[in-house]
Structure formats: C-alpha cells, structure tokens
C-alpha cells in the first residue's frame, strides 16, 4: 500500500508539471483541446493526491507501523480522532495535506460555474499547478511520507501528549485550509497580469475565495490561542512566538486586501496597491510553512528540523522576483482611474487603514527575523521579546480598532462636518458614559481605560448605524423592526457581514485588553484541608489521586473553589507521564464566566503530603472566544452567496463618478 501512495504521488507530479505548461500554451495558442486536456489533468492529480491521502490514513487506522510516519505519529492506543489527525501531525503528513487540499481548490476553480473571469482560469490553473510541483516535489524527494522502515515495530511512538487535545483535530487542519486557500486570489492575480486583463474582473472573481481563506486562518488563529490557553498550562494564550506570528502575519496583510479592494471596486483607486497585498499575503503564507518546517527558528509549535528550508525559499524568492516584476512590466495598465478628494472620507479611512494594517505586520516580521539577522550580522542570535511586539503593536491595533467604527459612518469621497457631527454625536456621548463608568469602578490605568473606552466606542458607533439603517426601512416598507433588521442583511451581505465581523473584532479586544492589565496570579503550597485566597476565591485542597491507563500515569488534585463563603465549584488539575515521552504534560483545570477565568496549575508536590499549585485570574478571556464565534458568524454571512444581477461596464463606471 506504502509504494502504490508514493507511485501515485509521482504520477501526480508528473501530470502536474504537464498540466501547468499545458494550460499556458493552449491559451496562448487557442488550443481547446490541450486547454481541456490540462484541465482533466487537473482533475487527475486531485485523484491521485487523493489516492495517497486515503492510504496514509488508512495506513494510521490499521496501525501499519512498518511505514516510519506511522509509527513516529500513531500507536494502537489512540482513538480514532486523533489516528486522523496524526494524518497532519509530522511535517511529511502535513505537507501531504497541504498538497491536498490544493488539488482540492484547484479541482473547485475548474468545475465552478461562473459568469465572471472565465478567461482568467487557465492561466490561474496553471498557477496552482507550478505551486502544486512545489510541493510534489518536496514530497517524492525530501518528505517522503511512505518511507518504509526496514523493520516492523511493535508499537508506535504516538502523538506529543501536549497535541492529545480537541484543537489538535480543529487547528492545524482550518490554518491549513487558510494557507492554501490564499493560493488562489493569488493565481488569479498573476492570471491578470499574464492575460493583461487588469481591470475588477479578477477581483470579482477570488472576492468569495479571499473571503474564505481569510476566515479560515483567522479562526485558525482564534483555536490556537485558545489551544495554547488551555493545553501548555503557562496562563496565556499569545506568547508572539514565530509559528504563532506566521499565522497572524498574512491574515494582517489579507485583511488591508480585503479593504483595498473594495477601494478599486468602488473608486478604481489602488490597483498596484491591491497586486502587492495579495503576492505579500501569498508569500507569508509560504514564509509561514518554512519557518514551521525548517527549524531556523525555536518554537515550542515547529516540526523537527529538516532540509526542507532551502527548498522554501528557493520558492519564496521565484514567487517576490517574479510576481513583482511581473507586477512592473504590467504597471502601465493598472493607473489609478481616481484620486483621494478628501482626508475625511472613506476611501483616506481605508488607505490608513490600509497602512496600519502592513505596518503591523512588517513590525511583526522584523521582531520574528531579527534573531536570524542579528545572528548572520553579529553572530549572536538575540531573541526579541513579547514587551517589544506589545509595545510597537498595541497602539497600532488600538488605532485599527478606532477605524473600523470610524468608516462605518463615514461616506465615500467627501464628508460633510455637519453629517459626521450628526453622526457621531451619540455613540461619543455613549463611549464618555462608559469611561466615566470604568473610572469609577475602578480602572485607573490611562491605557486600559481609553482601550475600553475606543471598544465601547466603536462598538455604539456599528449598533447605532445599524439602528438608523434599520428605522429607516421599517419606515420606508412599514416592516416592523425584527423584519427590517434581517432584511437589511440579506439585501446586503458583504456589509453587515463585515458589520458582524467589526463586532468580534472589539469582543476579541475587549477580551486582550482585561486580561493583559488585570490578570491576578498566585502561587502557593498547601497540605490536604488548607486553603489559599486569590481575589474573591477561597481555594481549599481536598486531596491527591493517581490512576493509570496503558499510555500514562495520571497525578490529579481535588480543590473546592469558595465564593464569599459559598462553594460555587470544584476543580481537578493534573499532570501526565507518558510512556513514550519523558517530559509531563500538565492538563489545567479552568472554571470560566463572562467576566473572568478562574486558571489552577497544579506545580508539583513533595513527599510530606504537600502540593503546589499556581493559580491565576483571568479577566474577559472568554470574549475572545465568543469573539471567535461573532468573527466566523459575520465571515459566513459576507461569505454567503449573493443573487446580484452583472454590472455593465457603463454601470460600473457610472458608480465610480
């Protein structure tokens, strides 16, 4: 089975490559026949990387530990989820994965009705096929994931008890769709320079695409912080740790793409603009597979170091060199049709939008890198900090917050003082009242209370614009007002999905914000029946338990938690020692509620009966995973598909005047 996974891996290269040179001659040359044969090519390599995918998770269901991959991820004790998921666990299973669901976007961008950019496919085909040769390459050389062991163990060395967690089955495979998805909008991109077809055409086209990659690694991002939160047992759940920023860093870039676009749209502004953002979104995305793959730089996320770095950015520097000076050769035909009228405006709220958004980002890729540089400058490698990318990023993202409140009242071209008056009378009065609030319930830190104070801001900023769009229809249809407010929605959906999306965001940073100022932590060490206070807690130790099962051996400790007196829960921390693996894994014991977290780390305990515990609370966690739920809610309905009727060339010039 191992060599019929491999064969059908190099098949599939082979037709690639074939499929990729294919579609750009045919195009070129008018040839249907080789254009449609390149298609179905396509089609076969989403066969046959599908072929190797089901038989390397066949192989990790049947415990074929004669496969190294199998028996390096897998044993017969774990149960069938996580037998799946160690389908993405290695770097070999995980670059499989990421092959597949390329072939599975590509074989959707084939077979996908539609009325715009149906000249663009081919070329963006051929795109995606050069990037699948990539990784196919990588694949039958280097990552081999069928490679046979010249024996049969007994048993395999299964997964890191730290990845035996719901966000192993959830995270890696959701931030790998992000990644892939990005590839593409960015096809598509390269497709219009290629066919020098530069108008919005291409942007109409991937607007869906972008849409869903962007989703899709934002929650991604949302799990693995929630992940880091409740498995590493540290308290936290952003470290700024590399993996961790390459994840963030396109979906930064990604989301001034989406803004941009929309600039271009509308107003036929920012087209190179637009071209750079998405090559930029593309090549994090690549950046980020090499620095989890290439072990350049320490994070507790990366895969074991392997030589698959140079190979990364070999690919990274064809696609900066020849995308960008593609980008050059075509810059003739992407002039801006429009200039900025006004700095108060919607288009100049974007623009800085815009800049703030890549200036968060380069901020972040230079704190990431900067170990390498000072390393290849200095010989030293010097690590920077959290201090540093709190201090740099924090303002920037409080000021990105304030925008997306701002934009939503302002108009397109030029508004007026009087309107914006108008306009944001009320929810600055409302943001005031909430200050005055916060200071007298005793947030004292300026900081804190004006980023609580820009939140409640730009959060009564969307609900009042909400509620005047929905009085108005209620007034004009004589709908009542529930009526009105779901048919605003679904009249248009790209708006008040990103009107959702704008809420999640001031949950997420409501949840930052109280937890990164107020979080309270405690250690101490306690014998059977005594207690130890932490805020309004009263934490009493009961006793210590230990258990066994055929991987682990489990220490666990009883406390009954006390409010004011009154017992409101009782709490079980605990620790595990693997049998494959020397380091103990320390399972946190975390009661939530809307306002805080109550966090117990059980430390360690001695031979006279004592254990010790580090307790922490943990103020608004639980809005960044409700933010979490708003985000992917407001990105389904942005996403959703609209039943629009296509613009002619003289309606869309007729918008842009």
């Known amino acids: 089975m191992a060599d019929i996974g491999y064969v059908a891996l190099f098949l599939a290269l082979a037709v690639s490559v074939y499929s990729a040179i294919a579609f750009i001659y045919g195009v070129k040359r008018k040839h249907l026949a080789l254009t449609r044969s390149a298609r179905n090519g396509l089609l076969a390599v989403c066969g046959l990387v599908s072929i190797s995918v089901a038989i390397l998770a066949y192989a990790l269901v049947t415990h074929n530990f004669q496969i190294e991959y199998v028996a390096s991820y897998s044993s017969s004790d774990m149960s069938l989820p996580y037998l799946i998921s160690a389908l993405w666990a290695g770097n070999d299973g995980s670059l499989l994965f990421w092959a597949w669901l390329l072939s599975l976007f590509a074989a959707v961008v084939v077979l996908q009705r539609r009325d715009a950019g149906k000249v663009l496919v081919p070329y963006a085909s051929s795109i995606i096929m050069f990037t699948q040769v990539f990784f196919l390459i990588l694949l039958v050389s280097v990552s081999n994931p069928f490679h046979k062991l010249a024996f049969t163990p007994a048993e395999g060395m299964g997964l890191n008890p730290m990845l035996e967690n719901p966000g192993m089955i959830l995270h890696p495979p959701v931030l790998l769709a992000g990644y892939v998805g990005f590839t593409i909008p960015f096809a598509f991109a390269i497709a219009a320079l290629l066919s020098r077809r530069l108008g919005d055409e291409w942007l109409i086209t991937i607007r869906r695409w972008t849409l869903l990659a962007w989703l899709l690694l934002g929650i991604g991002n949302i799990i693995g912080a929630w992940w880091a939160y409740v498995e590493l047992g540290w308290g936290g759940y952003w470290a700024w740790d590399p993996i961790e920023n390459a994840g963030l860093m396109p979906w930064l870039v990604a989301t001034a793409f989406l803004h941009s676009t929309m600039m271009q749209r509308r107003r036929g502004m920012l087209k190179v603009w637009n071209m750079v953002l998405i090559i930029l979104t593309f090549s994090l995305t690549i950046f980020g597979t090499f620095l989890t793959r290439s072990g350049i730089l320490s994070s507790v996320h990366t895969f074991a170091e392997s030589a698959l770095g140079p190979f990364f950015l070999v690919f990274i520097g064809i696609i900066l060199f020849g995308s960008l000076g593609l980008l050059y050769h075509r810059s003739d035909g992407l002039k801006s049709e429009a200039e900025m009228e006004s700095l108060v405006s919607r288009e100049s709220t974007f623009l800085l939008n815009n800049l703030l958004l890549v200036g968060a980002a380069f901020a972040i890729f230079l704190g990431t890198v900067f170990p390498v540089i000072s390393e290849a400058v200095r010989g030293v490698k010097i690590s920077v900090g959290a201090p540093f990318f709190n201090q740099v990023n924090g303002p920037i993202f409080l000021a990105i917050i304030l925008l997306t409140g701002i ?46 104070s820009l939140c409640g801001l730009v959060l009564f900023t969307i609900l009042y614009e909400w509620f005047r769009e929905t009085r108005a229809r209620h007034r004009m249809r004589t709908e009542n007002y529930l009526k009105a407010f779901w048919g605003l929605i679904w009249a248009n959906r790209p708006r008040y999905g990103g009107y959702i999306v704008h809420i999640a965001i001031v949950f997420i940073a409501i949840g930052i914000i109280g937890s990164s100022f107020y979080d309270v932590e405690k250690e101490a060490t306690l014998m059977p029946g005594e207690s130890m206070t932490i805020k309004n807690y009263t934490l009493t130790y009961e006793n210590m338990d230990y258990y066994e099962t055929q991987s682990k051996a489990v220490v666990t400790a009883s406390l009954s938690v006390y409010n004011e007196g009154k017992l409101i829960d009782a709490l079980t921390p605990e620790k595990y020692f693997h049998q494959s693996y020397e380091q103990p894994v320390t399972e946190v014991a975390i009661r939530t509620t809307p306002l805080e977290d109550l966090y117990i780390i059980l430390v360690g305990w001695g031979d006279d009966g004592s254990t010790t515990f580090k307790v922490l609370v943990n103020p608004l966690v639980s809005w960044m995973w409700i933010g979490g739920g708003v985000l992917f809610l407001g990105g389904l309905v942005a996403f959703w598909p609209e039943r629009r009727e296509k613009s002619t060339p003289e309606q869309t010039r007729a918008r842009r005047k």
């Open 407 to 452: 934009c939503v009242l302002i108009g397109w071209r030029r508004a007026s003082v009087k309107k914006l008056i108008r306009s944001f009378l009320w929810p600055l009065v409302a943001a005031l009242m909430l200050g005055i609030a916060l200071f007298f319930l005793g947030i004292r830190e300026w900081y804190a209370l004006v980023a609580f």
